[in-house]
């Protein structure tokens, strides 16, 4: 039988992720011994062992990492399917349901270009309502795979554009936003080692597919918090040169001579037949 069911493949995914059926079953709100027979099951089925079971405890097989894989991807198209089947047949006042786009940007990132982008675009004849959707470093992906988003403003070399489509916007070079009174803040520009080993002054983390990486750093859950933590001398960010929109008089930035560019492209599911879409792309392009 070449078909699972979505129910299966939750299942196998909590396993597979947690490596652990007692922590999976909590995981799933279920018991143990269901969860146990209902791997079995789907390996019977499919004629492979997903799972090796040992004293040690649970490691997937070269299947198994395949079934991961492509069940993360399944699982997120379907519940992308029913979040924007959702948003399509969203109540849209007396005139019935209006189209609603949402856009994901990382948060402090592209500021201008985002407020040119929806001005231009607001003012296209019929345009859809578009819901501004700030997210963590690198989180952009996610949610167009989610369906959390439906198009992304994405930045080249940190985000990953494999599976979508995209379009070029912007080029530009990156900053270290420190606390004004630090005495780096003086200097005309900083290398990468300089902002990363700063006595006291560490570099501030973001979250990405929901870890944080190793360090010193506080944990960064958004840009408000992040303003706060480096006008009060407690952590320092690297940010593309757009961010001095948002930057306060407490904050200082230097640009980072030896940092590669970023390059912001629009981005959208490759599958994506919205014509809202469609004429958000256009505008994006023009500006």
């Given at each position: 039988m070449d078909t699972v069911e979505t129910r299966e493949?939750?299942?196998?995914?909590?396993?597979?992720?947690?490596?652990?059926?007692?922590?999976?079953?909590?995981?799933?709100?279920?018991?143990?011994?269901?969860?146990?027979?209902?791997?079995?099951?789907?390996?019977?089925?499919?004629?492979?062992?997903?799972?090796?079971?040992?004293?040690r405890g649970v490691t997937l097989t070269g299947a198994g990492e395949v079934l991961l894989d492509e069940g993360r991807a399944a699982l997120d198209a379907a519940t992308a399917a029913v979040r924007r089947t959702r948003r399509a047949g969203g109540a849209g006042g007396a005139g019935g349901p209006r189209d609603r786009l949402v856009l994901a940007v990382k948060a402090g990132a592209s500021h201008e270009l985002l407020h040119k982008l929806l001005d231009a675009y607001a003012a296209e004849p019929g345009a859809a309502e578009v819901e501004v959707l700030p997210s963590g470093t690198c989180e952009q992906g996610e949610m167009l795979r989610d369906g959390r988003a439906d198009v992304a403003l994405m930045h080249k070399p940190f985000n990953s554009l494999a599976g979508f489509d995209s379009e070029e916007l912007s080029t530009e070079g990156q900053i270290a936003i420190l606390p004004a009174g630090h005495p780096l803040a003086a200097r005309r520009t900083l290398s990468l080692a300089d902002v990363t080993d700063i006595p006291g002054l560490p570099l501030a983390r973001w979250a990405r597919n929901g870890t944080y990486p190793p360090g010193p750093g506080p944990e960064i859950h958004d840009q408000t918090q992040l303003a706060q933590l480096i006008a009060l001398g407690r952590t320092v960010a690297v940010f593309p040169e757009s961010a001095r929109a948002w930057l306060w008089a407490e904050h200082a930035a230097v640009p980072l001579a030896d940092a590669p560019p970023v390059v912001t492209h629009i981005a959208w599911p490759a599958h994506s037949r919205s014509l809202a879409l469609a004429k958000l792309v256009r505008t994006a392009t023009r500006l």
């Open positions: 493949l939750r299942y196998f995914v909590a396993v597979a992720e947690e490596l652990h059926f007692g922590r999976a079953a909590e995981r799933l709100g279920m018991a143990q011994p269901p969860l146990s027979r209902a791997i079995q099951q789907l390996e019977r089925r499919l004629g492979v062992t997903l799972l090796e079971r040992g004293r």
